[in-house]
């Protein structure tokens, strides 16, 4: 993905202190990114830099919709993607990211693509199951997996006893083992 110059932010040239830029995303990004997540979608972003002699501290305020598929029917819909997220930038004598929340950038970075951080921000906000809004069931809560457990027991019949009846006779051997020590 080179986008540097549409998402480029001239550090270089910043004095210190607060500075907001606003980018849009739309379909042309995503089909930039070699991925296949998302498609199309309309992000707006806006990325507050606070620029010091050390560090530069970005807040990245993504909102908009993408199109998932829905992954119990594979039809298509559009998501809606809010997220705040932060990162801090320090000067250093070379490029590394230490963690999700510090990158090291050498001192001489005149440009700063923000591109790969706002996409990455996009990514973490589309949840891990991706349904359909007419297919969501009344009960799911977006924020809890439910897992759904199938039993042959019907609600009014009682549970069988569930202790293992030793059986093999390597259980056997290994029980004696046991009770030995």
């Not at 089909?31 to 997540?37: G, H, K, M, V």
């Amino acid at each position: 993905m080179n986008n540097s110059q549409t998402y480029g932010i001239d550090i270089g040239a910043l004095a210190n202190g607060k500075h907001i830029f606003d980018f849009s995303m739309n379909d042309a990004f995503f089909a930039s990114i070699e991925q296949d997540i998302i498609t199309k979608g309309s992000i707006n972003s806006s990325v507050a830099l606070e620029k010091t002699d050390l560090l530069i501290r970005a807040k990245f305020i993504n909102h908009g919709s993408v199109e998932l598929i829905c992954d119990r029917t594979l039809l298509p819909f559009y998501h809606e993607i809010k997220s705040e997220n932060t990162l801090t930038f320090n000067f250093s004598d070379r490029n590394e990211e230490l963690n999700d929340e510090i990158v090291l950038i050498r001192r001489d970075t005149n440009v700063l693509d923000v591109s790969n951080y706002i996409y990455e921000f996009i990514i973490l906000a589309i949840p891990l199951k991706k349904i359909h809004p007419d297919y969501k069931r009344k009960d799911e809560d977006e924020s809890n997996d439910n897992i759904l457990i199938y039993s042959s027991l019907s609600e009014d019949s009682e549970p069988e006893d569930t202790s293992i009846d030793i059986l093999d006779p390597r259980w056997e051997a290994l029980k004696k083992l046991k009770d030995s020590l």
